[in-house]
Every structure is written in structure tokens, then in C-alpha cells.
């Protein structure tokens, strides 16, 4: 995959409005680990990352929690039991506390005898401009309606000359406003519900300065696929884990695949 390439398309998108036919004229798919590339290192860590980029994918899908004491840290699970030695929510928790616990690395042997840590936000940034990633910020988790998370969050994202080549999923309209009002240069998205009309989520991808549109690969049948394509705005197709499914995609001139299971050494 010319990840390189295609990052250098996807800034002339977010530059051009969201809706540049250079960015659908783009020969390659973008290709985003979910939670990081947890194919081959505990997920939502530093070396889920690095394996992102070093396996080749174009980007990564991470999520944010707030501390106790008002750190950000990477956290999927609403609670740490499942993924590290802790207890509780994250968000019970102080800095300190967290930043002593250790990653569950008993089903990577690569790192079984590696001490991994939950990562801080910053840490996690800082190692995506590293290796040149796009990044999925998903916004399921945190309090998106607190001014102070949002402002560290985008802070972070641009000190790291991250911004621009980030997404940030809001499924929550009045929280996606208004975080536009706010940032109305970031690029927003938001998960299809398949009760609503397909042509108002169209519209409303246009409306905004900069959006896309996330939709299931459950969904995403070939007229689905024929009408997003035909209206020209971004969307990316995610839960798609299976190498033939990506191809079909791919030829489909899909912009963006999000996949929990797919190798792009496979591809």
C-alpha cells in the first residue's frame, strides 16, 4: 500500500472541502487497524502502533478516557480488568495508579516477557506522527461535552502535526455541532443507522466543511456502495475482516476500510 502517497491525498481532501475527486481518483484504499493493529500487539497500546505501521496499514482507530486526576489515557473496555491488571473504570483512577499497571500480553508471545503499559494520549499521538498514520479518534468514549477534554484532545493532536490527517467519530449530533462550532476545520463522522434516509446522511456530510461518513460492512451492499460513490463524499465501510471482502471493496473505489483482522502483508 503507498501509505506515503496516500496521506499527501488525504491532506489535499481535508484541505479541499472533503470532497476533491483527487481523493477518489486515489488508486489505493485506506486501510485503518481498528483499536491499532492488535493482529500482532495488545490493542490500543504504543506497540499496537508501531505494528500498525510497520504491518503497512495507513492509520489507526484508538480511543480516549480521562483519568481521575485528567489525563488521557488509551482505553477501549469500560473496565480495566479485561485488558491489564487493574480494577474498575479508568476514569476512577489517578495517573500514578494507572501508569503502574501492566498490559495483558499473555495471547502475543512476542511481548509475554515485555512489560507494556497503558499509554497516555500524548504518548500514543506522538507515536502516530512518528510513523506518518492517519487517525480514527473515536469519541464513544470520554465526555465530549466537556470543553477541557475536547481542548487537551485536539491540543495534543496539533502539537504533534496530527490534526489534519485526523477524523473524530461523534454518532452524537448535538455533540458533533457543536464540536464543530468549536473546531469547524476537523473532520467529523458519525456511525449510519440504518433507519435513517440515506440521502439526509448524504446531505449532511455535505453540509459540514469537512465529514464522512461511517458505515457497517453489514450494510454496505453494492447499491449502497454505487450511491455514496456517485454522490462524491468520503465514507469509510468498517467491521470488515476478511481479505476477499477488502478486495471486493477496494475495487468498489471504497475510500477508507477499518479491520480488526486483515493483514496488509496479506494483500
Known amino acids: ?6 496521506l499527501m491525498i ?3 481532501f481535508i484541505f479541499s472541502g472533503c470532497t476533491s475527486k483527487d481523493w477518489f ?3 489505493d484504499t485506506y486501510l485503518i487497524a481498528h483499536r491499532g493493529a492488535h493482529i500482532g500487539a495488545p490493542e490500543n497500546t ?9 504491518l503497512g496499514y495507513d492509520g489507526v482507530e484508538i480511543d480516549v478516557r480521562e483519568s481521575k486526576d485528567g489525563t488521557n489515557f488509551l482505553m477501549h473496555n469500560k473496565k480495566l480488568d479485561k485488558t491489564t491488571n487493574g480494577k474498575g473504570k479508568l476514569e476512577n483512577h489517578t495517573n500514578k495508579y494507572l501508569k503502574n499497571l501492566k498490559i495483558n500480553t499473555s495471547e502475543y508471545p512476542k511481548y509475554k516477557n515485555k512489560e507494556l503499559k497503558i ?3 500524548k504518548e500514543a499521538v506522538k507515536q502516530i506522527s512518528q510513523e506518518n498514520l492517519i487517525v480514527n479518534v473515536d469519541g464513544s468514549k470520554g465526555d465530549w461535552e466537556d470543553n477541557k477534554f475536547i481542548e487537551s484532545i485536539v491540543d495534543t493532536l496539533k502539537k504533534y502535526d496530527v ?4 477524523f473524530f467519530v461523534l454518532s452524537d449530533k448535538n455533540i458533533r455541532d457543536e464540536f464543530v462550532e468549536s473546531y469547524p476545520d476537523a473532520t467529523v463522522s458519525w456511525l449510519y443507522d440504518p433507519k435513517d434516509s440515506i440521502d439526509e446522511e448524504i446531505q449532511q456530510v455535505k453540509d459540514y466543511e469537512c465529514a464522512l461518513l461511517s458505515i457497517t460492512d453489514d450494510i454496505a451492499t453494492e447499491s449502497m456502495l454505487n450511491k455514496l460513490n456517485e454522490t462524491e463524499i468520503v465514507y469509510q465501510v468498517y467491521n ?3 481479505d476477499e471482502r477488502f478486495k471486493e471493496l477496494e475495487s ?3 475510500p477508507i476500510v477499518e479491520t480488526d483482522e486483515i493483514n496488509p502483508d496479506d494483500l
Open 119 to 121: 499509554p497516555t494520549f
Open 46 to 54: 504504543i506497540e499496537s502502533i508501531s505494528q500498525a505501521a510497520n
Open 163 to 166: 490534526y489534519e490527517r485526523s
Open 1 to 6: 500500500m503507498k501509505r506515503f502517497a496516500g
Open 252 to 254: 468498489s473505489d471504497v
Open 240 to 242: 470488515v475482516n476478511n
Open 25 to 27: 481518483d486515489n488508486e
Open 10 to 12: 488525504l491532506l489535499l
